[in-house]
């Protein structure tokens, strides 16, 4: 299927592993040129290179801490300088966190608000009048389940998500005039790198292997009773940029095999 997406030009935050770099590729399918950002900036140049060879499509890597409004500047500055903008904007960088309300210091509900919120925020700002000059755009952002179901070790991602939610609720209204469509997805077990790091640090001298502590995690979560791969969810994604979902506009989008125990 031809999703009509061919000499788009998107960003991509925390596109360099993990879902993030699974849309990079989703996209570079379809014929997206690509500006990466993510923090470690020889692994996203390095990823950046290896899609625009695998794909053909142009494609560069920009060290950015989205957290941070002076990389955000400079990030809309680049994407300026290689594009003239953008037309997708996909807000997706960002991480679990650990912690309880009790203790937990200012400062670091400050990060993830900078990091999940704000970053979002920011990136409208910058790239938003480059989507007026071109007549139109996507901004689609990654929340999480937990927006909506809490998972109780980390209030602090649960709360900052749900505000995503709320904020591109509220873009949406604000933008649809300017024919730029927001959207969020709320992905529920995926299978990053990360997750099999986490499981192999759990079980390491343990009587399970870290696929046996995921393949657990999952059938007590999930009703379909795996996670999904990163590419299940990018697929979503591409999709929800295309024109072939024109009509989407302010809704919020779980993909999470069954997990969500409520109807909203
Ligand atoms: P990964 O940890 O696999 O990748 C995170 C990406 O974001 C990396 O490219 C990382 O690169 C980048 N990143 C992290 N912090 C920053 C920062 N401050 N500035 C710029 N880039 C940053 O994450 P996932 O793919 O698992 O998650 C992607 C998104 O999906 C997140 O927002 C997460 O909350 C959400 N999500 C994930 C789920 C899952 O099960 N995996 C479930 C539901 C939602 P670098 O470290 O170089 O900066």
Known sequence: MDMGLKGKVAVVTGGSVGIGLAIAEGFAQEGVHLVLA??????????????AGKYGVKAVGVATDVSKADDITRLVGRAEAEFGGADILINNAGTGSEET??????????YYWDLHVMSTVRLARGIVPFMRQRGGGVILNNASICATQPLWYEPIYNTTKAALVM??????????????????VNPGLVLTPDWVKTATILTEGKDQTPMEYLDKIAK?????GRFASPEEIA?????????????????????????????T
Request: charged share 25%; net charge negative.
């Open 101 to 110: 309300i009790m203790d937990a210091p200012d400062e670091r509900w400050q």
């Open 38 to 51: 993510a923090r470690n900036e020889e692994r996203v140049m390095a990823k950046a290179a290896e899609i």
């Open 167 to 184: 904020l591109s609720k509220t873009m949406a209204g604000e933008f649809i005039k300017d024919n730029i469509r927001v959207n969020v």
């Open 235 to 263: 697929n979503l994604f591409v999709f929800l940029a295309s024109p072939r979902a024109s009509y989407a506009v302010g809704s919020t989008y779980y993909i999470d095999g069954g997990w969500l125990r409520v109807i």
């Open 220 to 224: 007590d979560n999930a009703p379909i």
